[in-house]
Nanobody
């Protein structure tokens, strides 16, 4: 069975940076499309960024130019580099991997941006 584990969250001041990681196991990682989502308190989970198995990327308008999604197929790992963080970026961040009917979520990692 596949497993996905996020890490790298924490507390950072506005304007700072964090890099989230998402390590996958038990799957043929290179076949999967990847995505990062986030959920702020009292709000619905929202999509943040995505990357296809072929490497095409897309970003939500709210993070475009500040966040970068990447993948290392050799390490079965997904990254989300977050720069110029804002208090509005505070949320639990989740990694998602999808391939056909297979869909895996991590447990989430908390990102808190102080003003």
């Amino acid at each position: 069975q596949g497993k996905v584990v996020e890490s790298g969250g924490g507390l950072v001041q506005a304007g700072g940076s964090l890099r989230l990681s998402c390590a996958a196991s038990g799957i043929t990682f290179r076949l999967y499309a990847i995505g990062w989502y986030r959920q702020a308190p009292g709000k619905q989970r929202e999509w943040v960024a995505g990357m296809s198995s072929g490497g095409s990327t897309n970003y939500a308008d709210s993070v475009k130019g500040r966040f970068t999604i990447s993948r290392d197929n050799a390490r079965n790992t997904v990254y989300l580099q977050m720069n110029s963080l804002e208090p509005e970026d505070t949320a639990v961040y989740y990694c998602n991997l999808r391939f056909n009917s297979l869909n895996y979520w991590g447990q989430g990692t908390q990102v808190t941006v102080s003003s």
